[in-house]
């Protein structure tokens, strides 16, 4: 079978032949049809990730056809959570690295990992869902609590993640505000039903949110970085910030003082529990939700994919076709 392999950090990936996997107990092959990249496949390619095992085949999110209950499945790239729903266990691992990911034409996953491939979804879109749609939606629903009556502030909306936790939010009566740093995407997130956007590279864009919609109640950000201390100001006292990336690097200018006296929530959120990933399949189904697919690559075009993820031009998934068989 081909694989994208990734032999050393800081090289290109290479389209190799590789043995098929084989299944173990309770362990199913899933021939794959489309992937999708995660940031995360961008950071393991430079080196910017902890526990880096080379050669390995990236890709977490995957969507194709399997020999078991469920014919057409996606993955859940979550393995090993464990039994506490606030957090994950020390076993927890994400496919794609120590494992071999959905980069390639076959791949062995257990069982529990397998989920019918949502019926309205092409499985392009199927393979956008998992890691973004589990991410999204715990730190909007499990870590941000978010109610119908509330607005939300998701940063960067181009973003994979953010793209689907606007749908997400919209589908659950939520009002949306995004941050983008391009007008064009701003305009394409209230395309999708976003009631107002923000470029967040213009000064004192923060306090101009504040004047339109009040202070926020709840911020959804995967940027972290010099930008985050505009968050803080943003927010209601009392109020909460999810966090799940740091894409913009450290928040050095974190101002404690403000954090404590205005009672802040900062919380983190990272991907989520099997039960998470069986809600956001639910809400997914019952809202006919479609991840936004930025753009489809051929497997063999994986580096001009990696490339795309980057510079950051994308709005919303960007997906690999691995086989039309
Ligand atoms: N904890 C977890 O489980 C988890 C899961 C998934 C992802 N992540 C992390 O979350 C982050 C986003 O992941 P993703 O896959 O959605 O990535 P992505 O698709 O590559 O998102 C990139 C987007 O980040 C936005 N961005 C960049 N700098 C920003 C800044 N200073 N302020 C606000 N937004 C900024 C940009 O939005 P605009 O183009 O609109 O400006 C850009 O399009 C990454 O750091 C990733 O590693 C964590």
């Not at 526990?51 to 399997?66: E, K, M, N, Q």
């Not at 076959?106 to 949502?118: D, M, N």
């Amino acid at each position: 079978m081909k694989a994208l392999v990734l032999n050393e950090v800081r090289q290109l990936l290479v389209l190799q032949e590789r043995p098929s996997p084989k299944a173990g107990k309770r362990q199913v092959i899933v021939k794959l049809k489309a992937a999708a990249l995660n940031r995360r496949d961008y950071w393991i390619t430079q080196g910017l990730y902890p526990g880096i095992r080379c050669p390995v085949v990236l890709g977490s999110d995957g969507a194709g056809t399997a020999d078991f209950r469920e014919k057409e499945v996606i993955i859940n790239p979550g393995y090993n959570w464990g039994h506490r729903q606030e957090v994950q266990s020390g076993d927890f691992k994400i496919l794609g690295m120590p494992d071999d990911g959905t980069f390639a034409e076959e791949i062995v996953v257990p069982q529990e990992q397998l989920f019918a491939r949502p019926k309205h979804l092409s499985f392009e879109q199927a393979a956008a869902l998992p890691l973004a749609g589990l991410t999204a939606y715990r730190a909007l629903f499990k870590q941000g609590r978010l109610q119908s009556s509330q607005t939300v502030v998701i940063t960067g909306i181009g973003g994979g993640v953010a793209c689907i936790a606007i749908q997400l939010a919209i589908a659950a009566g939520a009002t949306v505000i995004v941050t983008s740093s391009s007008q064009a995407k701003i305009n394409k997130a209230m395309a999708m039903g976003a009631t107002a956007g923000f470029l967040y590279t213009a000064e004192g864009y923060a306090s101009q949110v504040n004047a339109e919609f009040g202070p926020i109640h709840l911020i959804v950000d995967g940027a972290g970085g010099d930008g985050y201390s505009q968050l803080i100001d943003m927010a209601c006292p009392g109020g909460t910030i999810v966090n799940y990336g740091a894409t913009a690097g450290i928040a050095e200018k974190l101002e404690l003082r403000k954090v404590f006296f205005r009672q802040l929530h900062l919380v983190g959120s990272t991907m989520g529990s099997p039960a998470d990933f069986s809600a956001m399949l639910d809400m997914v189904g019952k809202h006919e939700i479609q991840p936004v697919v930025d753009e489809v690559f051929a497997l063999s075009d994986g580096n001009k994919a990696l490339e795309k993820m980057k510079v950051s031009s994308q709005f919303g998934k960007i997906v690999l076709r691995v086989s039309d068989r």
